[in-house]
Nanobody, 118 residues
């Protein structure tokens, strides 16, 4: 089993930056991929970005591509989501989750609030 602990959320003005952290504990050698998801008020949860644990492949939602970057993983045991050029529509609770190679995101972090003001 893997425990995910998130940090780095907060309040930022439009155009600013935040770096979210997702620290993994236990069984990290078995992690296949890590994904970032977000859920805004009144909206369904959506995929934001993902990476293989080795970092050799990444993917981004259209809304994040070019602004967000993923780093970390492997022996570092922490994955970062660097968010630049933040917009009010990025406001949401952000979650990280890991896929252990079984075809689903099995373990989830507690979530962290990101609020972007005008």
């Amino acid at each position: 089993q893997v425990q995910l602990v998130q940090s780095g959320g907060g309040l930022v003005q439009a155009g600013g930056s935040l770096r979210l952290s997702c620290a993994a504990f236990g069984g990290t050698s078995s992690i296949n991929t890590l994904g970032w998801f977000r859920q805004a008020p009144g909206k369904v949860q959506e995929f934001v970005a993902g990476t293989t644990w080795s970092g050799d492949k990444t993917s981004f939602a259209d809304s994040a591509r070019g602004r967000f970057t993923i780093s970390g993983g492997n022996a570092k045991e922490t994955v970062y989501l660097q968010m630049n050029g933040l917009r009010p529509e990025d406001t949401a609770v952000y979650y990280c989750a890991v896929d252990m190679g079984h075809g689903e995101y099995e373990y989830w972090g507690q979530g962290t609030q990101v609020t972007v003001s005008e």
